[in-house]
């Protein structure tokens, strides 16, 4: 039981043949604009701001308070945002995404309606069409992270976008050769795949490990068992892409992990296997599409035991203090509020679960602009119709969505969705 069902619905609904690139433009701000009166969530962990106020500038966020405390500039316009809550865009660091332009174009859209507004595709991104996309400034789009092609061992009947790999001068070539597209981290594989395939053995990943460093790359490792966890922490492991799914973690795990100051776990939940409403996404894609979405969702009591494991090591590492993120897996753009309400569902509050999502996502991604509202960062936040500290359920009433300072066009796009047009 390692399938997740909400994160591999039908990919073709993202893929679909004829997706093209932005029919519409983000909608350009004033200069300057003051919005007021909102509480606002920073993203950092502290207090939310009540009655807030913060000053939008070519991008960038350049004054934030409380109403009346924070000064206009000249001709500044001013959007009321009274009995609404803002925080930053939500940071989705695992993905694994098309790699064609105008599919990918429009994956990173449908991010950026759902308040997503960065995330990073994590090792199957073949060819070179995502690179230029990474360093594009795209309207009503994501940012876009790649990891390129990650490593593993040989894995008959599955897919070959990673570099399969059976020996040291391998790997270590393979990661050269990434190092030279210059992605973002360095994905491994290390899982037997229910003992169906060789998993890559300690002594390739360890020489991977030592290459990317060498090359000044961080790395990422899926993992299933508690047993390679621990091998690939010993072996300078910098991040993992899941959490042990075999077994609860033990206290030498634990130790294994705090070792890293900086290591983070994004623990990728399974699918709870339980029945979901999804109604909250019915305006935003064609009703056959809808029917799908909502018939993927069903009680599985397997699926339940699965998701406890991983839900208890999600709360223990959170009791920790261990540094958690946010990643979803899989294809599906809107999964990231999911993911939140179960990671919420698992012991985090509210809180931590919206730090997970932004600021450790963002330091995941080594977005050093984006995560937090706070100055001189990427204006990338949501204005949402209630509050998720509240409820985290509260993150999918989104009013609307700004990335760089510009409003996306959320309009625009679910009428280009629920339409059924592909063309300009």
């Keep these: 039981m390692r399938c997740v069902s909400r994160k591999i619905f039908s990919i073709s609904v993202f893929l679909a043949a004829g997706y093209l690139t932005p029919v519409t433009k983000a909608q350009q701000p004033a200069s300057a604009t003051v919005f007021e009166g909102a509480r606002l969530i920073t993203g950092d962990g502290s207090?939310?701001?009540?009655?807030?106020?913060?000053?939008?500038?070519?991008?960038?966020?350049?004054?934030i308070g409380r109403k009346g405390q924070v000064k206009a500039p000249a001709g500044a316009a001013h959007v009321d945002l009274t009995g609404k809550t803002v925080m930053p865009a939500i940071i989705d660091a695992h993905k694994h995404l098309a790699v064609t332009r105008d599919a990918l174009v429009d994956q990173l859209q449908h991010f950026a309606y759902y308040g997503i507004g960065a995330t990073m595709s994590l090792g199957q991104d073949t060819g070179d069409e995502v690179?230029?996309?990474?360093?594009?400034?795209?309207?009503?789009?994501?940012?876009?992270?790649t990891a390129g092609r990650g490593m593993t061992g040989p894995e008959p009947g599955r897919s070959q976008a990673p570099f399969w790999v059976t020996s040291e001068a391998e790997v270590r070539k393979d990661v050269d050769e990434m190092a030279a597209k210059k992605v973002d981290i360095i994905k491994f594989w290390v899982d037997d795949r229910d003992h169906t395939v060789t998993k890559l053995s300690p002594e390739l990943y360890r020489a991977g490990i030592d290459e990317a460093h060498k090359k000044g790359l961080r790395t990422i490792a899926h993992i299933f068992t508690l047993e390679d966890a621990k091998g690939v922490l010993r072996a300078g492991i910098d991040n993992f892409a899941h959490s042990v799914r075999d077994k609860d973690v033990d206290d030498e795990y634990i130790k294994l992990v705090k070792a890293k100051p900086n290591f983070i776990v994004d623990p990728n939940l399974p699918d709870r296997g339980v029945k979901a409403d999804r109604s909250w996404l019915r305006d935003s894609m064609p009703a056959a599409e809808f029917q799908k979405v909502q018939a993927d969702t069903k009680d599985d009591p397997k699926a339940q035991q699965f998701f406890g494991i991983q839900c208890r090591n999600l709360g223990r590492l959170n009791k920790e203090g261990i540094k958690i993120s946010l990643g979803s897996d899989g294809p599906i753009p809107w999964a990231a509020h999911e993911e939140m309400a179960d990671m919420a569902g698992c012991g985090m509050t509210p809180?931590?679960?919206?730090?997970?999502?932004?600021?450790?996502?963002?330091e995941l991604m080594k977005l050093t602009d984006a995560g937090t509202i706070a100055v001189r960062k990427s204006a990338d936040f949501v204005v949402l119709d209630a509050n998720p500290l509240d409820d985290i359920t509260n993150t999918r009433r989104i009013s609307s969505v700004y990335l760089r300072g510009s409003q996306v066009d959320r309009a625009g796009l679910r009428a280009r969705w629920t339409s059924g047009r592909t063309s300009r």
């Design 47 to 63: 207090a939310p701001v009540a009655d807030s106020a913060f000053v939008v500038e070519n991008g960038r966020f350049t004054a």
């Design 131 to 145: 690179y230029p996309v990474r360093a594009e400034t795209i309207p009503n789009a994501a940012r876009y992270r």
């Design 351 to 362: 809180a931590q679960v919206i730090v997970a999502a932004t600021r450790n996502a963002a």
